[in-house]
């Protein structure tokens, strides 16, 4: 009796050790990447202490000259008065912070490829985590959901402290306020939060693909620098474009995007406007008619379709995201056990 007893409190001590928690394995990661951690973190408030400064620069800016100006510096300096620190926060809003923003997409797709799971691969480390009672794909989506949130919380910010710092009074009349430019769109909407996740998942992707970090983080970072400059391409096409056909050149209205501006036959074919600019719309019209056109064709996107294409450029950015994570899933799926 006694020998059946110790037996079966035997097997009752044999459980297997439990899976950790979602928190233990976050806290690992933290410790893991730590020193990358700090340094975005760095950056956020860097970047945000800046954001704060281009405030006070555009709000000290009185007239930056008439609208009818149309961006000609020569008529700018025309206006009542018109500060020095117009050029510092035109420059610094228009261009500079957002291709900064931009650029740590690519800098996040490289860090992703070879820190985060390229040179686990490499090492080795990886496998030993999957050994103590930790999933390969849940190893993965620890590390995906801590560092995707670090990106998107800081980044999200950043966007808010972009566009307060870019609504300044004198923006209001100006026809440097652009939202047309791409590189503008991207940092003051939610493309940009988005455009982290992909650049975190196409990284740690080409990571677990190639299994070198120096390999991965120069794939990553060329195939991220590919994506931010090709999307803009397709961002006007994302959303029903507003039409306008008459004789009328230049019919789109005020701030607008303008898609396309061409003649066209009765067929609707375009046609060359080669040898048609002249110095009179009578002397255009003339020609183009000559030519067989019956009149133009404006494509353009108003002022109000800017948060239907953001809505639109951000869920296209989601779905590539997700379709990278699917496929990342599945790569580990057949590369363990």
Not at 170 to 189: C, E, H, K
């Amino acid at each position: 009796m006694s020998a059946t007893l110790n037996r079966s409190t035997g097997q009752a001590t044999s459980s297997p050790a439990s899976s950790p928690s979602f928190g233990t394995l976050a806290r690992v990661v933290l410790r893991l990447h730590r020193g990358a951690l700090l340094t975005w973190v760095a950056v956020v408030v860097l970047v945000g202490a800046g954001l704060v400064w281009l405030r006070s620069e555009g709000m000290s800016v009185e007239d930056a000259g008439p609208p009818e100006c149309s961006g000609r510096l020569d008529c700018m300096s025309m206006g009542p008065v018109v500060e020095p620190d117009f050029g510092v926060h035109l420059f610094w809003s228009g261009s500079a912070v957002p291709i900064l923003l931009c650029a740590f997409s690519v800098a996040v797709a490289g860090w992703a490829g070879a820190a985060l799971t390229g040179a686990e691969q490499e090492r080795g480390t990886a496998a030993l985590a999957w050994t103590q009672s930790v999933s390969p794909r849940r190893w993965v989506a620890v590390k995906w959901a801590v560092a995707g949130g670090a990106l998107v919380t800081g980044m999200s910010l950043l966007v808010l402290l972009y566009r307060w710092a870019r609504a300044v009074p004198y923006m209001s009349v100006s026809p440097f306020d652009d939202w047309t430019d791409w590189l503008v769109f991207t940092a003051s909407g939610p493309v940009a939060p988005a455009l982290f996740l992909l650049a975190l998942t196409l990284g740690a992707y080409v990571g677990l693909l190639l299994r070198r970090s120096l390999a991965a983080l120069a794939v990553s970072a060329g195939a991220m620098f590919g994506v931010v400059q090709g999307l803009p391409l397709l961002i006007p096409r994302l959303w029903p474009a507003e039409r306008v056909f008459g004789w009328e050149m230049g019919a789109a209205p005020a701030k607008a995007w303008v898609v396309s501006e061409e003649a066209l036959d009765a067929q609707g074919r375009a046609v060359s406007m080669d040898g048609c600019y002249r110095e009179s719309d009578a002397l255009i019209r003339e020609c183009v008619e000559a030519k067989g056109g019956v009149g133009f064709e404006t494509v353009y996107h108003p002022v109000s379709h800017a948060v239907p294409l953001h809505l639109a450029e951000t869920a296209l950015i989601l779905v590539l995201t997700a379709a990278l994570a699917f496929a990342a899933l599945r790569l580990l799926r057949r590369r363990t056990p």
